[in-house]
């Protein structure tokens, strides 16, 4: 009788022992939160450039010599046969799209499952650098007008960088934006643990050409 009852404590002590193991490795496997995790290795790209356009435009500009005022209240605008000045200015332009992920929060991270989405922040595009190709400059000026002046000159360079701009909605550079940002980011969650096919990159919203124009950083045009 004695031997039982020590086989049945000795069972016991077996079993509790198993399941105490069990419950313990179970504890150890318990899935952590990347979340804060992937935010923070996100924050840390800052400002991420994503796309680069080259892009070549000829500014053209075509005047004629005018007399305006006015007599005894009467208003007159002649035209002086001195003929038209007329120029054409090769400009080649740098752009670049780039997102920036200084103000990326949790908020921008979609999560279900296994599923994992991230809405990027809006992008920007800028006008990181333009030169006029002197040597290319074709003009036509008059022996009675005046050849165009620096300051002129400058005006047109500026007029060139807004035009450019201002075509960056039918560039498809925001979709390249996505794409590259995407590219960037997919590897950085596989490394957390995410499948690549349960990732997915996105903005906020699909853009319409009235909010990309928006999207165009205003100071390149001064520059």
């Known amino acids: 009788m004695r031997s039982h009852t ?23 496997a318990a899935p952590i939160d990347t979340i804060p995790m992937l935010v923070m290795q996100i924050q840390k790209c800052s400002r991420l450039y994503t796309a680069e356009y080259q892009v070549h435009k000829i500014v053209t500009h075509d005047d ?16 002086l ?22 103000q990326f929060s949790s908020k921008n991270v979609k999560r279900s499952g296994r599923k994992i989405e991230i809405v990027l922040p809006d992008p920007k595009v800028e006008l990181t650098g333009s030169r006029i190709n002197h040597a290319e400059i074709k003009k036509q ?53 995410f499948a690549e096919g349960d990732i997915t990159v996105t903005f906020r919203k699909e853009y319409s050409m009235d909010d990309l124009a928006t999207l165009i950083d205003s100071k390149s045009i001064a520059r």
Do not use: W
Not at 14 to 24: K, Q, T, V, W
Not at 64 to 79: A, E, P, T, Y
């Open 141 to 193: 000026v008059p022996l009675l007008r005046a050849n165009f002046s620096d300051e002129e000159m400058a005006n047109y360079e500026k007029q060139g960088r807004a035009s450019i701009l201002s075509g960056v909605p039918r560039m498809g550079i925001i979709e390249m934006a996505r794409s590259n940002a995407a590219n960037t980011l997919i590897p950085m969650l596989a490394d957390l643990g």
């Open 81 to 102: 046969p001195l003929g038209n000045r007329k120029i054409a200015i090769p400009i080649d332009a740098t752009l670049k799209a780039y997102i920036d992920f200084a």
């Open 64 to 79: 004629q010599m005018k007399l305006q005022g006015s007599i005894f209240s009467q208003q007159f605008d002649i035209k």
């Open 6 to 28: 020590l086989l049945l404590i000795c069972l016991l002590a077996l079993l509790s022992a198993s399941c105490s193991e069990r419950h313990e490795v179970k504890k150890a």
